[in-house]
């Protein structure tokens, strides 16, 4: 289990996978279907239930998840087109919940999220970015 301030971590030693976040969630953040100033305890994502999560990043107010199907979740800040739909259209409002970046062509293997950005490795060994 890894630990980082404001990062949401996964427990590798649950029967299903969990995925639990904690801190600041005022840009909806955390996943957890809300705005809110704090999350003092790590509460699970609830949409990311018995999902296989292979890799897990955030960074401040955006987070992303790849689960073993290859399907890429983001959730947050939607600030400087950093989170998009697959058909390249943006999200006006922050992402409350982890959302699905739904695609039949694009699998994914490892994601990381910066400060402004999503950086998504697909399947293929392409690199997707979203944000500045």
Not at 80 to 103: E, T
Not at 115 to 132: F, N, P
Request: charge should be negative; proline fraction near 5%.
């Amino acid at each position: 289990m890894a630990v980082r301030n404001e990062m949401p971590c996964a427990d590798d030693d649950a029967p299903q996978s969990r995925v639990f976040s904690w801190g600041s969630g005022i840009k909806g953040q955390l996943g957890i279907g809300k705005e809110t100033v704090a999350m003092p305890t790590p509460v699970p994502i609830a949409d990311l239930d018995g999902l296989k999560i292979v890799s897990l990043s955030a960074n401040g107010d955006k987070s992303a998840a790849v689960n073993g199907y290859g399907e890429l979740f983001t959730w947050g800040s939607a600030k400087n087109s950093s989170l998009l739909a697959a058909d390249g259209s943006v999200f006006n409002d922050n992402l409350k919940v982890p959302s699905i970046f739904a695609s039949e062509e694009l699998l994914f293997t490892k994601v990381a999220v910066g400060k402004d950005h999503i950086a998504a490795i697909t399947t293929e060994g392409k690199l997707i970015t979203m944000g500045t």
